[in-house]
Nanobody
Framework: QVQFVESGGGLVQPGGSLNLSCAAS????????MGWYRQAPGKQRELVAT???????DYTDSVKGRFTISRDNAKNRMFLQMNSLKPEDTAVYYC???????????WGQGTQVTVSS
């Protein structure tokens, strides 16, 4: 009953930018804190950024000042603007509920971000 579809990834050079989009289904999207996650090869999934229904944001230290999370509740969409990309940002990026228990069943395909010269 809940689905998340990520898009907007691609191959970029270091220092480049990408804007990821997340299309969400479900009736109560605006009520939940949402997050962008990423998983790099050989590493566990990490929470990169969160945003409350009212637009309050938080970021993991490694992306502060470079990434911006936003949401459009009327359209059930969420975004991640990524600037000054580094090779270590290479990962599959996912959107989901910030609450791990709530989101356990709703992982989508993700979108691949590759930062390389």
């Amino acid at each position: 009953q809940v689905q998340f579809v990520e898009s907007g990834g691609g191959l970029v050079q270091p220092g480049g930018s990408l804007n990821l989009s997340c299309a969400a289904s479900g009736r109560f999207f605006s009520l939940y804190i949402m997050g962008w996650y990423r998983q790099a090869p050989g590493k566990q999934r990490e929470l990169v950024a969160t945003i409350t229904g009212g637009g309050i944001t938080d970021y993991t230290d490694s992306v502060k000042g470079r990434f911006t999370i936003s949401r459009d509740n009327a359209k059930n969409r969420m975004f991640l603007q990524m600037n000054s990309l580094k090779p270590e940002d290479t990962a599959v990026y996912y959107c989901n509920f910030q609450n791990a228990r709530v989101g356990v069943d709703y992982w989508g395909q993700g979108t691949q971000v590759t930062v390389s010269s």
